[in-house]
């Protein structure tokens, strides 16, 4: 085994020994994605060997969840040096599609840079371009633990909890991702903690993933459809709401996946208090407001049919934003690796991110 592979399989020791919930690893071959369209009915894995295959694997939400896009923007940066280690000028161009592969989750882009510009100052850019994206993902594992410590102090001690889309260890890297490694530490600390999970339409990341992980956890979980949240918390049933976070503006809007707006304009109207969780990746520090990020525009295909079915009639039109803008003053706080931030933002996510 050579030296940077060897590099690569002590992460894929740590996943297993750790028995984490883990969106990749790495093999001799290549690296191994769980393919997150089969779940929950079947755990599937996918085996990567080009930065070209990593890309196609994310645009078609094989993996997905801005945590776990980021380690895949990692390990497929790997994967570029992998393919021509004497020839740097050619990284860049071979990356592009990788990077561009979501454009909302500032994270992809930023993990490629990382590894490929790590690589790019050494004399063995294998060896260093291994050992960057495995201190990524070891990073992201090790913040969404410390997030997950933080999170757990705004839960109350009996609490039922509403989360939008999938924000957990299949989106980061294995403990809980964010919003499920908040809910995780509280659980474990012996609080109370119920999921409503939404389902998220069209991909049913809430419904799919966020109940299975829920479940495998021991943490109990109601599913419920995405116009629901408003009547929930109109009824009392809801004390907080955590979702996850594709990209952070300066001033603390918030992007996330399209439905999260609508919670958090509810939770205002209610009182109850709306968090997301994030890592300093998420946030963009050249980006003043949520109305300058790019919002991932899907084929209308994607909202026109279900399991390839088509829902509506022929000619019917389809529209999918994949994500919203959630204004800064709808957040009650942002959960992070360094403690929890709150209004006004701006000075906060600066001291936060550098
Ligand atoms: C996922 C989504 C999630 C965030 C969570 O969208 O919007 O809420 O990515 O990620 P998609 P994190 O399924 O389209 O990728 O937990 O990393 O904040």
């Known amino acids: 085994m050579d030296f940077y592979e060897e590099i690569l399989s002590r992460l894929a020791d740590t996943i297993r020994s750790q028995q984490l ?8 071959e290549g690296i191994e994605l769980v393919d997150q369209t089969c779940l929950p009915f079947e755990y599937r894995t996918f085996l990567v060997q080009s930065p070209d295959e990593m890309s196609v694997a994310i645009k078609k939400m094989l993996i997905r969840g801005s945590g776990a896009i980021g380690c895949a923007g990692a390990m497929g940066a790997y994967l570029v040096v992998r393919s021509s280690p004497d020839q740097p000028e050619k990284w860049e161009e071979m990356a592009s599609p990788l990077r561009n592969a979501r454009p909302t989750a500032l994270i992809l882009a930023s993990a490629v840079d990382e590894v490929l510009n790590a690589a790019r100052n050494s004399n063995e850019p294998l060896i260093t371009a291994a050992s960057s994206a495995v201190a990524f ?14 999170g757990a102090e705004i839960v109350p001690e009996k609490a039922n909890i509403l989360t939008h889309c999938h924000s957990g260890a299949l989106a980061g890297a294995g403990y809980g991702g964010r919003v499920l490694s908040v809910i995780r530490a509280a659980f474990e600390s012996g609080k109370e903690v119920h999921v409503f999970a939404q389902e998220t339409r069209p991909y049913l990341q809430g419904a799919r993933i966020t109940t299975w992980e829920l479940s495998k956890l021991g943490i109990p979980v109601t599913l419920v459809t995405d116009g629901m949240s408003g009547a929930l918390m109109e009824m009392g049933k809801v004390d907080l709401c955590l979702v996850g976070s594709d990209r952070i503006a300066m001033n603390g809007d918030l992007v996330n996946k399209t439905g999260t707006y609508l919670v958090a304009l509810a939770a205002r109207e209610h009182g109850i208090p709306f968090y997301t969780g994030t890592t300093r990746y998420n946030v963009d520090p050249c980006i003043s ?24 009639v022929n000619g019917v039109k389809g529209l999918y934003p994949a994500f919203d803008i959630t204004p800064a003053s709808l957040l009650t706080g942002i959960i992070t690796e360094k403690g929890i931030l709150h209004f006004p933002y701006s000075d906060a996510l600066l001291e936060y991110i550098f």
């Open 21 to 28: 919930i883990a969106p990749l690893w790495p093999t001799l």
């Open 289 to 312: 407001s949520g109305k300058e990020i790019p919002i991932e525009l899907r084929a209308a295909d994607e909202v026109l049919t279900f399991n390839r079915q088509p829902i509506t």
């Open 137 to 150: 993902y070891e990073n992201q594992l090790t913040w969404e633990k410390e997030l997950g410590i933080y």
